[in-house]
Nanobody, 123 residues
Framework: QVQLVESGGGLVQAGGSLRLSCAASGGTYSTYDMGWFRQAPGKQREFVVGIRPSLTGTLYKDSVKGRFTISRDNAKNTVYLQMNGLKPEDTAVYYC????????????????WGQGTQVTVSS
């Protein structure tokens, strides 16, 4: 099975930046689609961004386009989420996710999940 560990969360002022990391182990990383989800208090977990092994296939939630960037370092089995121009509404626990490559949309269908890392954006 695949194990995912997130890091890089914290408290940041509105307009600031954070870089989240997700270290993967226990699977063939290059054959997995990867994604980031988030869950705010009282809200359902929602898709943020996903990336396919090709590195050219990405999909972003509309509200983070132009502010967030996903990348993956296949040599390190690590996925990153660079978050710029953070807003208070970005406050949430951010989760890394993985799934075997598939033709279905990147917005759902993930099988493996990390424990999450808290991101808090102050106004």
């Amino acid at each position: 099975q695949v194990q995912l560990v997130e890091s890089g969360g914290g408290l940041v002022q509105a307009g600031g930046s954070l870089r989240l990391s997700c270290a993967a182990s226990g699977g063939t990383y290059s054959t997995y689609d990867m994604g980031w989800f988030r869950q705010a208090p009282g809200k359902q977990r929602e898709f943020v961004v996903g990336i396919r092994p090709s590195l050219t296939g990405t999909l972003y939630k509309d509200s983070v386009k132009g502010r967030f960037t996903i990348s993956r370092d296949n040599a390190k089995n690590t996925v990153y989420l660079q978050m710029n121009g953070l807003k208070p509404e970005d406050t949430a626990v951010y989760y890394c996710a993985a799934r075997r490559i598939t033709l279905r949309s990147l917005v759902s269908g993930y099988d493996y999940w990390g424990q999450g890392t808290q991101v808090t954006v102050s106004s």
